[in-house]
């Protein structure tokens, strides 16, 4: 343990800049000498990211920081964890928050935060990641988790190749921040919030309690293992104030060009869907399904282990080999499909029937893995070929 005291930091992400600037605001009033250290990228294409170091009174000092390799968000990495060790070094104060960009996802701060290092100084040994905080409206949360609009229309892009949508950056941020400050809003939107993220702490702006919720402390492998496709628990069943949380589950493999023509009308059913899945003609590949506003993307996150020898399971983490193990299949081992679809009124019976249709039949089932090599490769346009 390092003899000297660390200075707490706390990460707030939001793309509701409202919101996350009076959540940043309550921070500094409730904390003793508090700082706030954000970089602002509107200008990240002119090659500038300006960076901004304020406290409870207004703006401390500003800079200008140079793009490295024309990238915002590398010039951020670089940037912040030497500012954060020279105001822990300072001793004068008593909390730091990042607020971070508008389009941000607060999980590579906090990876920098936890690991990083600056010219032999551990960032651990100065630091202390006390929480992540995402703000949100959530009289806005499902109109922005409905539509396709990307960052970059909306200049919360941060970096000039970020392609991703709001409704993308949206859902991340919430899903993975352990604090959610929230404005007061309707049901609706609060029951979204609550099925995004049911285990995150969830506290009203203006009342005084999100500094206490902020600093409750932060797991950063946990926070790593949650949004993991391969490892993490999905959302259960619920349906409340007319939204609704559907799981589906099925162990036999689905048909690659039957599933395929069902993305159209799969992805937009939902607000948000996400868990992973497997194709009769990838039976090694764990695939991994990620859909807000209506986009999708289909990644690769590794094998199943069913298809490993006993000898590698112990490259993986004893949480995936439990959770292998104790959800065996006698014919399809650990390979199994989990999908989960949140919605506003979520057509349930609809989604199931459609998924259903998707998988093998008894008759594609008896081909056997040898068999299921020749179906379409209906996903060479996400994925990598077939091997």
Known sequence: ???????????????????????????????????????????????????????????????????????????????????????????????????????????????????????????????????TVVAVDPDRLLGELSVPDDLAEHGEHTSPDDTRTRAEALAHQIEYATTIAVARGGETGLAMLRQLHPTARRVLLGTGELLRAALGGFDVAAARDRVNPALALL?????????????????????????????????????????????????????????????????????WLAGLPDAAWEFYPPARRAAAALDWHPAHGDRVQQLVFIAEGLDVDGITDLLDSCLLTDAELMAGERGWKDLPDAFEGLLEPVS
């Open 235 to 303: 959302p259960q069943q619920a349906d409340d104030a007319g939204v609704a949380t559907m799981v589906w589950e099925r162990r036999r493999p689905l048909h690659p060009g039957r599933f395929h023509e069902a993305l159209e009308l799969l992805v937009p059913a939902a607000q948000r869907s996400r868990g992973r899945f497997w194709l009769a003609n990838r039976p090694g590949t764990m695939l991994a399904w990620d859909a807000a506003g209506a986009n999708l993307a289909v990644e690769e996150c590794g094998p």
């Open 1 to 131: 343990m390092p003899e000297h005291l660390r200075l707490p930091v706390v990460v707030v992400a939001g793309l509701h800049r409202a919101e996350r600037r009076r959540a940043v605001q309550e921070l500094l009033d409730g904390s003793v000498n508090g700082v706030v250290l954000h970089h602002d990228l509107r200008d990240a294409s002119r090659r500038t990211v300006r960076r901004e170091l304020r406290d409870a009174s207004g703006t401390i000092a500003t800079a200008d920081v140079p793009l490295s390799n024309d990238c915002a968000c590398c010039a951020l990495r670089e940037d912040l964890l030497p500012e954060l060790l020279r105001l822990a070094e300072d001793g004068q104060h008593g909390l730091a928050v990042v607020e971070l960009w508008g389009g941000s996802d607060p999980h590579p701060a906090a990876e920098v935060l936890a690991g990083g290092e600056v010219d032999g100084r551990a960032a651990e040994e100065f630091l202390e990641l006390a929480g």
